[in-house]
């Protein structure tokens, strides 16, 4: 079956820090990668996607890229800020008849401090 | 485009009783995803519907949990004698199909918090 693992938090930054996220992902297909986020309160924002091998998605300043060698897609901003702090998901999605059905990974809560 | 909506917000509820939460999807997608998600982990996959199909269940989804999309546009989920393992948020999502969004980008509602006591 599928499974996603994400690096075990909390991650706790100071403004502006850089932030790496790890996530790496077991798949029978070939799947779309997604990291969402979640802020106290909310639900689930998609925040970045990849679809194919190489592609790096991007949105807010964070950024990731389908390592399909390595069956990774790492989330990364240069600068954090306050605002940032939320819970980070990292998920897959199956392909063809399954599209859409996804599985997450367990979340990853970054808090930054001014 | 509204979003996607969920109703109630939160729902607490005795154990043993049955419980029926609603979600309306953005209007124009097709799938509709029903996820479960307990603190600290991530959404689990319950079921999913393309227009008023259900087209597969997880093993998670026990004899108690039944979901419909009768018209092909809300979806409802529903909890028979509920037990205090059912507490979590239950999150509805949907996609839309074709080539301008395409099939596996989902959107999520606010989710129901369900507490059974």
């Known amino acids: 079956g599928n499974s996603v693992t994400q690096m075990e938090g909390p991650v706790t930054l100071s403004e502006e820090a850089f932030l790496t996220i790890n996530c790496t992902y077991t798949?029978?297909?070939?799947?779309?990668l997604f990291w969402y986020v979640q802020y106290p309160g909310e639900g689930l924002q998609l925040l970045l996607k990849?679809?194919?091998?190489?592609d790096k998605g991007s949105n807010k300043g964070f950024e990731a890229t389908y390592r399909k060698e390595t069956t990774s897609f790492h989330l990364e901003k240069g600068s954090v800020q306050v605002s940032d702090s939320a819970v980070y998901f990292c998920?897959?999605?199956?392909?063809?008849?399954?599209?859409?059905?996804?599985?997450f990974g367990d979340g990853t809560t970054l808090t930054v401090k001014p | 485009d509204t979003g996607v909506s969920q109703d109630p917000r939160h729902k607490i509820t005795k154990r043993g009783q049955n419980v029926t939460f609603r979600c309306d999807p953005i209007?124009?997608?097709?799938?509709l995803y029903w996820y479960r998600q307990t603190l600290g982990q991530g959404p689990e996959f319950l079921t999913y519907?393309?227009?008023?199909?259900?087209?597969?269940k997880s093993r998670l989804l026990s004899d108690r949990f039944s979901a419909e999309r009768p018209k092909g546009s809300f979806s409802t989920l529903e909890i028979q004698r509920t037990e205090q393992g059912d507490s979590a948020m239950y999150l509805c999502?949907?996609?839309?199909?074709?080539?301008?969004?395409?099939?596996?980008?989902?959107?999520f509602g606010p989710g129901t918090r369900l507490t059974v006591l």
């Open positions: 999502a949907s996609s839309p199909t074709g080539t301008s969004g395409g099939v596996d980008t989902q959107y």
């Open positions: 798949a029978t297909g070939y799947p779309s």
């Open positions: 990849a679809t194919k091998a190489d």
């Open positions: 998920a897959l999605s199956e392909r063809g008849t399954n599209a859409g059905k996804s599985t």
């Open positions: 209007s124009e997608h097709n799938r």
């Open positions: 519907f393309q227009n008023e199909a259900q087209l597969e």
